[in-house]
């Protein structure tokens, strides 16, 4: 009850941004750019994801597709353009033509609402896979442990893991701790999820357990951006594929067009070295 | 070729070496045992010592003593390993200045300098608002609790940075990404974490911390080794008051090792046990 209360007024308070239309896209980026010291990762990334599609990033490693996603959840800054979620500006606040720079309470309470499975899962190893789902919820968002464990069984369940609420990290598969790794993201009931590479870590044969609740997970009309190796899932469950190539959006566009009929050469190039 | 018989017999190898060595030793043994059976020490006052009340009150002191300075020493540490790992310039030299200076200067001189403060500064206090008399705040306990804690602080931070240090970046990631603050992700992840790196070494300080408390008897605070001596300042029984107090200083030790072990134990859980060597 009191978790509600809080939601709303948190959702009140948030300052809507001049730049913001009624029925604007979840995330939005504009001219993103990162760059390494001298070198430039992302030069210039425009995007507009809806609320509840997923978009599936595919491209050569070290096109930038990765730092894309870690940029929306401000584990990198970016150090040109602007980005938006939930039509709040990611990392500023605006007020007229000055951009003041969010203090680490705010960038956290924004963090709170995407949700990001990693490519190592980053599970935490002192805590069960219960414990790492409820951390969140009980520390974060304040929800009484006895709610919190309710929801987080659930989602256990949901990810086909209830047997293993009481194992460690360490005594789980790849598989199944990329699993509890998704149910650790649900649980902080996210707008948004983002997956960095999340079964290129996997050994072959745990691949499709991972694959199939995020498929299950998309069904359900989440947001989600998964940035994946995977042209089959990202055939068969993206809304929209992205092929990225040294820090540009190359090619955008429905699942089919992008890996069955390319248009662009670089895409084609990928396309055909992944498959053979 | 020989057919094998299957009743061949199996002489085990013999190791002359290692019962050579173990006779070498046993026979050192005997000796030094020998050696205080028939020396001049009067065992009975030992035995009539173990337990008198000065010795006891002085056990309790260098007890009590030896967790507050390590307490003291823990908080130090923490604070100066993140300020030494802060990106804040100021901050981090700060905190390296404070290791190189108390790391360097030996303990028992710290002691000294605490217990002197009152030359430097006659009276300390915030201008104005409050003033003592250095002489009086600064008495043996204070000073002995200052000079450990601070000097124990400088070690400490450095194994408090390992720790830090050995936690995997995804770790700070994925707690960044369920929205904690940087202190709730310090205290909730990152350090039950970096404990199984840091209780070991701290484990050990500990130890060190009891029988560096000794060197507070040189500014008159009444632990466990200075009651020894008044005691035998007084009736000149010096070999066995300082086996008395070696005595307790071993129970000391022995019961922190086993506490130590549980500690780790604690610590450990998650990580899958290290295979027995």
Same mark, same amino acid.
């Given at each position: ?7 709303? !007024? ?10 913001? =239309?009624?029925? *604007?896209?979840?995330? #939005? ?25 997923? /978009? ?25 353009? %602007? ?10 606040? $605006? ?12 960038? %956290? ?13 980053? #599970? ?5 896979? =219960? ?20 929801? %987080?069984?659930? /989602? /256990? ?9 009481? !194992? ?12 509890? *790794? ?23 044969? =745990? ?23 995977? =042209?089959?899932?990202? $055939? ?15 090619? #955008? ?15 084609? %190039? ?7 | ?76 540490? &923490?604070?100066?390993? &993140? ?34 403060? +009152? ?23 204070? +000073? ?32 960044? @990404?369920?929205?904690? @603050? ?69 129970? &000391? &030790? @022995? ?23």
């Amino acid at each position: 009850m009191t978790d509600i209360l809080t939601q709303t !007024a948190l959702s009140e308070v948030r300052t809507v941004d001049p730049d913001h =239309l009624a029925g *604007a896209p979840l995330v #939005l980026a504009q001219k993103v750019e990162k760059q390494f010291g001298t070198l430039k990762v992302l030069k210039g990334i425009d995007l507009a994801i809806p609320k509840g599609e997923v /978009l599936c990033i595919i491209g050569p490693s070290g096109s930038g597709k990765s730092t894309f996603l870690r940029c929306i959840n401000q584990l990198e800054r970016i150090d040109g353009g %602007a980005l938006w979620v939930s039509g709040e500006r990611v990392g500023y606040h $605006r007020e007229g033509n000055k951009l003041y720079e969010l203090d680490d309470a705010a960038i %956290a309470r924004q963090r709170r609402s995407i949700g990001m499975v990693f490519q190592r899962f980053n #599970l935490f190893p002192h805590l069960t896979a =219960l414990q790492n789902i409820i951390e969140g919820p009980v520390q974060v968002l304040g929800e009484p442990a006895r709610e919190a464990t309710a929801r %987080a069984l659930a /989602l /256990l369940e949901r990810v086909g893991l209830a047997d293993k609420r009481d !194992a460690y990290p360490s005594q789980l598969s790849g598989g199944q701790q990329q699993r509890v *790794a998704i149910a650790r993201s649900l649980a902080m009931r996210p707008e948004l999820l983002l997956f960095d590479e999340p079964t290129s870590a996997l050994d072959p044969e =745990l691949v499709s357990e991972v694959l199939k609740v995020m498929r299950d997970l998309a069904e359900t009309g989440m947001t989600m951006i998964c940035v994946t190796h995977e =042209l089959g899932f990202a $055939r068969d469950v993206g809304h929209r594929v992205a092929f990225m190539d040294q820090g540009q959006i190359v090619e #955008l566009g429905d699942p089919r067009s992008v890996l069955v009929d390319p248009k662009e050469t670089r895409t084609k %190039a990928f396309i055909n070295a992944v498959r053979h | 070729m020989i057919a094998e018989s299957d009743n061949l017999i199996i002489v085990p190898r013999r190791h002359f070496g290692r019962i050579i060595g173990a006779a070498v030793v046993c026979l050192a043994l005997a000796a030094i045992v020998r050696a205080f059976a028939v020396g001049q020490i009067e065992w009975n006052y030992v035995a009539e010592f173990l337990t008198v009340q000065a010795i006891m009150t002085g056990l309790v002191n260098t007890i009590v003593m030896a967790i507050l300075a390590m307490l003291l020493g823990i908080a130090l540490g &923490v604070v100066f390993a &993140v300020m030494r790992l802060s990106a804040n310039p100021v901050l981090s030299m700060t905190a390296v200045g404070y290791i190189w200076f108390f790391r360097a200067v030996p303990a028992l001189l710290q002691l000294l300098l605490w217990f002197n403060l +009152a030359l430097v500064f006659p009276t300390i206090g915030i201008p104005g608002l409050f003033s003592f008399k250095t002489v009086e705040v600064m008495t043996p306990f204070v +000073a002995a609790l200052l000079g450990l804690g601070i000097q124990q602080g400088a070690f400490t931070a450095e194994v408090v940075r390992a720790g830090l240090l050995s936690v995997d970046n995804g770790q700070y990631e994925a707690a960044q @990404t369920l929205g904690m @603050t940087r202190l709730k992700l310090l205290r909730r992840i990152i350090m039950p974490q970096a404990m199984r790196v840091i209780v070991p070494p701290i484990g050990n300080e500990f130890i060190g911390m009891v029988k560096l408390t000794s060197l507070a008897s040189v500014i008159q605070f009444a632990e466990i080794l200075h009651s020894a001596q008044n005691i035998y300042y007084a009736n000149s029984r010096v070999i066995e008051l300082l086996i008395v107090a070696a005595i307790w200083y071993l129970v &000391v &030790v @022995t019961v922190l090792s086993l506490i130590q072990g549980r500690i780790e134990a604690y610590y450990a859980r998650g990580v899958a046990a290290p295979a027995q060597r």
